[in-house]
């Protein structure tokens, strides 16, 4: 078991940008696949984007890729989602969640990960 906590919520303007961090309380990641996933209001919890820690491989939704960047501080022990260009629609409360021994056909799917954070709101708005 690990301990996530995220930070980095906020409200932003249609256009701007966010980086959520999640931490990692009591151990390293480096034996874990971190991901982040949201949630709208009414909405399921869907899929944002996931790193493996080592070798640094990372998986993104069609909805993130070019404007949503995961990556790691190992000096840290963080793993970050860098979001630019926000719409309306990425407003939702953001998760980190981490699974070891998760496989690449199985990084988007929310049952791989045991370990989850409390959550980060995300507000776009005018």
């Known amino acids: 078991q690990v301990q996530l906590v995220e930070s980095g919520g906020g409200l932003v303007q249609p256009g701007g940008s966010l980086r959520l961090s999640c931490a990692a309380s009591?151990?390293?990641?480096?034996?874990?696949?971190v991901a982040w996933f949201r949630q709208a209001p009414g909405k399921e919890r869907e899929f944002v984007a996931a790193?493996?820690?080592?070798?640094?491989?990372?998986t993104y939704a069609d909805s993130a890729k070019g404007r949503f960047t995961i990556s790691k501080d190992a000096g840290k022990n963080t793993v970050d989602l860098q979001m630019n260009s926000l719409k309306p629609e990425d407003a939702a409360i953001y998760y980190c969640?981490?699974?070891?021994?998760?496989?690449?056909?199985?990084?988007?799917?929310?049952?791989?990960?045991?370990?989850w954070g409390q959550g980060t709101q995300v507000t776009v708005s005018a």
């Open positions: 009591d151990r390293t990641f480096n034996i874990y696949t």
């Open positions: 969640a981490a699974g070891s021994g998760v496989i690449l056909s199985n990084t988007r799917n929310q049952g791989a990960y045991a370990n």
């Open positions: 790193l493996k820690w080592s070798g640094g491989r990372t």
